[in-house]
């Protein structure tokens, strides 16, 4: 998009007929290129996702009643750590379909984070 104003400008400043025309498109052209400011979406929403699924998994983590508090926060050290290198990777991520694969590799690492209950059921 950015291009093609820019590109616009230049067949406008091409086609005036005096200095001031040529200043004129020169000043609307550079108005139009610096309107253009594109707004991030894939990566705040695949962002968003790995949060949403965090926020599932801690929230059946704190449902489970055979695992201690000390399980609990290890389980949920262990998915935070699962998120926060999923982020990264989405950070990473050069094309939205990089970014799509993360979103989804990190949803389900962080999904299928085990939590262990030794110490209820075998003690």
Known sequence: MQKAKAD???????????????????????????????TAQAKPAAKKAIDDALKAKNDAIDANNDLTDE?????KADAKVKADAAKQAIDNATTNAGVDQAKVNGTTEVKQCKSTTRSKTSG
């Open 8 to 38: 616009a400008a230049k067949t406008a400043i091409d086609n005036a007929t005096t200095n001031d025309a040529v200043t004129q498109a020169k000043n609307d052209g550079a108005t139009s290129v610096d309107s253009v400011n594109p």
């Open 71 to 75: 399980e609990k926060t290890a389980a």
